[in-house]
């Protein structure tokens, strides 16, 4: 049976791109097949992990478990559109001072959440911290560094 092809155009990282995909193909599949931004890590699959975890408009969402179809005007923003050229965001430079990595495979989805966080809430409690990144799994462990690090991106301790 031949498969239907849509022409999709997606805004990414401030960029318009065109995609020709399948009906069925995610957020996450087109990011890191079409437009090479493996950056996004798939895991799961199935929204259980936060591993995919992009913004959209803004928040973070998975990837994994939106369909690029249904993106629509809204704008998608990845790790790799998170820093200026070079210059690292506040959270990323923190996590590497904080040894808040460890495979790697979670970092870019924490990294965004964390990075969501403190847009709009610029000096969280360790509580708040912990809620944003309540739907990250991280076998590694590296959770106690996670929070390390972005209370010091934050520039304080908070209880
Ligand atoms: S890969 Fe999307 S939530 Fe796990
Ligand atoms: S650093 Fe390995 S899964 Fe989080």
Redesign the pocket.
């Known amino acids: 049976m031949a498969v239907t092809m849509a022409e999709i155009v997606v805004s990414v990282n401030g960029v318009d791109r065109t995609l020709r995909c399948e009906p069925q193909t995610t957020l996450?599949e087109a990011l890191r097949g079409a437009l090479e931004l493996t950056g996004t890590?798939?895991?799961?699959?199935?929204?259980?992990?936060?591993?995919?975890?992009v913004w959209l408009d803004g928040e973070p969402v998975?990837?994994?478990?939106l369909l690029l179809a249904d993106v629509g005007e809204r704008s998608v923003t990845t790790i790799e559109g998170l820093a200026d050229g070079n210059n690292l965001q506040p959270i990323q430079r923190a996590f590497i001072d904080y040894d808040a990595i460890q495979c790697g495979f979670c970092t870019p989805?924490l990294v965004m959440s964390c990075a969501a966080l403190l847009k709009d809430t610029p000096h969280p409690t360790t509580e708040q911290i912990r809620t944003a990144i309540g739907?990250h799994?991280c076998r590694c462990g590296t959770y106690p560094h996670v929070i390390e690090a972005t209370l010091a991106a934050a520039g304080g301790v908070a209880e």
């Open positions: 996450a890590k798939i895991a799961c699959n199935r929204g259980a992990c936060s591993a995919c975890t998975c990837a994994c478990m989805g739907g799994l």
